[in-house]
């Protein structure tokens, strides 16, 4: 039997603020860290945006596409700062807690945005991020497919400004 493969497109309507937060991936908890699956199988995905963004539609190129609310999910990023002014993402909006493996230095956290502050450089730290996202998923209707056979489906969010 073939495979389903997810891809995730995002655009944005004229009077989004493209400078504005986002992320939309497929949610590896409620997918058990799967990233193909079988025909038909439900593909849960997750996004997250800051307040200067909506969600006006999401359409999908197959199947349909379900809302299931609000999740908590925690992530986690290695960031490495080489001196006092240098700047690094998280990898989602939450609340954060910084691990230092190496060095040590101040860090002040807006939005996404990590600054360094005075420390001992260079800095090695891990990012614990938990965050909320609203939750969907695919339910796909792919046709049979051979042994090999590869079928995209792709999902598109249009977000506009808030």
């Known amino acids: ?22 992320l939309a991936e497929l949610d590896e908890v409620a997918n058990k860290g799967k990233t193909s699956f079988v025909p038909n199988e439900e593909v849960f ?15 999908t190129t197959n199947g349909s596409i379900q809302s299931h609310g609000n999740v908590t999910r925690t992530k986690t990023e290695t960031m490495v700062f080489a001196a006092e002014g240098d700047e690094q993402n998280l ?7 910084f691990s230092f493996s190496f060095g040590s ?11 360094a502050g005075a420390g001992s450089y260079p800095v090695v730290c891990s990012a614990s991020v938990t965050g909320t996202f609203q ?16 079928f995209d489906v792709y999902i598109f969010i249009y977000f506009g400004a808030a």
């Open 135 to 150: 939750q969907y998923s695919l339910l796909p209707n792919i046709p049979p497919l051979a042994k090999d056979e590869t």
């Open 91 to 97: 990898p989602c909006l939450g609340s954060s807690a």
């Open 105 to 115: 230095a101040s860090l002040s956290v807006d939005g996404v945005n990590v600054a």
């Open 45 to 59: 995905f997750i996004i997250q945006h800051d307040e200067t963004l909506k969600i006006l539609q999401i359409v």
């Open 1 to 22: 039997m073939g495979t389903t493969q997810a891809t995730i497109v995002v655009s944005f309507g004229d009077d989004a603020n493209a400078d504005g937060f986002y």
